[in-house]
C-alpha cells in the first residue's frame, strides 16, 4: 500500500497502532483493513468477514 495514497482516516489509525510508513507500504489492502478495524475495536476478523465486505462491494467471488 502506498502510505501517500491512503485515505488520512486510515493512515492515521495504522500509525497509532504503531505502524511505520515502510510497515505500511508493506501491508496487502487486507492487512490494512484488519489494522484499522482493530484500531476501532472490532478485533478477530476471519477470512469470511473480508469475503462478506467483496459480496457487499459487489465482487466477484472465487468458486
Same mark, same amino acid.
Given at each position: 500500500?502506498? =502510505? &501517500?495514497? /491512503?485515505?488520512?482516516?486510515? #493512515? !492515521?489509525? #495504522? &500509525? !497509532? !497502532?504503531?505502524?511505520?510508513? =515502510?510497515?505500511? %507500504?508493506? /501491508?496487502?489492502?487486507? $492487512? =490494512?483493513?484488519? $489494522?484499522?478495524?482493530?484500531?476501532?475495536?472490532? /478485533?478477530?476478523?476471519?477470512?469470511? %468477514?473480508?469475503? /462478506?465486505?467483496? &459480496?457487499? &462491494?459487489? $465482487?466477484?467471488?472465487?468458486?
Amino acid at each position: 500500500m502506498n =502510505a &501517500r495514497n /491512503m485515505d488520512a482516516a486510515c #493512515l !492515521r489509525a #495504522l &500509525r !497509532r !497502532r504503531g505502524h511505520s510508513d =515502510a510497515s505500511i %507500504t508493506a /501491508m496487502s489492502p487486507e $492487512e =490494512a483493513f484488519c $489494522e484499522y478495524c482493530a484500531y476501532h475495536g472490532i /478485533m478477530n476478523l476471519l477470512p469470511t %468477514t473480508l469475503q /462478506m465486505l467483496d &459480496r457487499l &462491494r459487489g $465482487e466477484p467471488q472465487p468458486q
